[in-house]
T-cell receptor, first 114, second 113 residues
C-alpha cells in the first residue's frame, strides 16, 4: 500500500464545466502521474510530475492541466470538460530508489461527462 | 503509433493449466518492463518486472521472459487459478531519464474452474 488516495471516486459533470481531480500520497514520493484508462487503449499517460512545481506532458495531455504545489498533492484539471474525457482516471507514484521502478496506483476516479 | 502492443484482447485458460500473455514493443530504447494486474473497480497492481540485462525473472507462479532481439516479452502463470482472472497490462520504460512508462492495451484473462 503506497498510501495513495484519489478524490472524488466518482463524478458526473456537464460538458463545458471545469473539473479538478485530486491525488494525495502520504509517503513523500517525488514522481507522480495521471493516467486515463479507456477500452481498447489501455492506460495512457496524461501528465506527470518529477517534483514540486515540476511537471511535464504525457501522450494525451490536450484539454488537461496539472499542478503540484506540495509534494503530497497532484491535481488534474479539465478546464472545460468534454464527453471524450469520460474515462477512469488513475494516479500513480514511482517508488524511487532503484530497480525495479514499479509504479503504485491509486483506486481511480470514474468521471462521466454528460 | 502503439509502442507497446498486446495483440490478444482476451484469453481463457482452464484452472491448473499455464496462461501465457504476450507483449511486443517497438522502441529499442526500452530497457525495463513491468506487468500489472487489474481487477474491476480497482487500480492496477504491480506483478513482476524484468530488466533488459536479463531474459527471465521468476516470482512464485509468475515468470516473465524477455526476447530482446524479437522485442517480445511474455508472462507465464503456472498453475493458473480462478483468482488470476483479471486484465493484465505490460508496460515499458527507458529508464535513463524520465521515469515514464508506456502501457499496452491489456489482455483480459479468464481462468475457468
Amino acid at each position: 500500500d503506497a498510501g495513495i488516495t484519489q478524490s472524488p471516486r466518482h463524478k458526473v459533470t456537464e460538458t463545458g464545466t471545469p473539473v479538478t481531480l485530486r491525488c494525495h500520497q502520504t509517503e513523500n514520493h517525488r514522481y507522480m502521474y495521471w493516467y486515463r484508462q479507456d477500452p481498447g487503449h489501455g492506460l495512457r499517460l496524461i501528465h506527470y510530475s518529477y517534483g514540486v512545481k515540476d511537471t511535464d506532458k504525457g501522450e494525451v495531455s490536450d484539454g488537461y492541466s496539472v499542478s503540484r504545489s506540495k509534494t503530497e498533492d497532484f491535481l488534474l484539471t479539465l478546464e472545460s470538460a468534454t464527453s471524450s474525457q469520460t474515462s477512469v482516471y488513475f494516479c500513480a507514484i514511482t517508488a524511487q530508489g532503484g530497480p525495479p521502478y514499479e509504479q503504485y496506483f491509486g483506486p481511480g476516479t470514474r468521471l462521466t461527462v454528460t | 503509433d502503439q509502442q507497446v502492443k498486446q495483440n490478444s484482447p482476451s484469453l481463457s485458460v482452464q484452472e491448473g493449466r499455464i496462461s501465457i500473455l504476450n507483449c511486443d514493443y517497438t522502441n529499442s530504447m526500452f530497457d525495463y518492463f513491468l506487468w500489472y494486474k487489474k481487477y474491476p473497480a480497482e487500480g492496477p497492481t504491480f506483478l513482476i518486472s524484468i530488466s533488459s540485462i536479463k531474459d527471465k525473472n521468476e516470482d512464485g507462479r509468475f515468470t516473465v521472459f524477455l526476447n530482446k532481439s524479437a522485442k517480445h516479452l511474455s508472462l507465464h502463470i503456472v498453475p493458473s487459478q480462478p483468482g488470476d482472472s483479471a486484465v493484465y497490462f505490460c508496460a515499458a520504460s527507458a529508464t535513463s531519464g524520465t521515469y515514464k512508462y508506456i502501457f499496452g492495451t491489456g489482455t483480459r484473462l479468464k481462468v475457468l474452474a
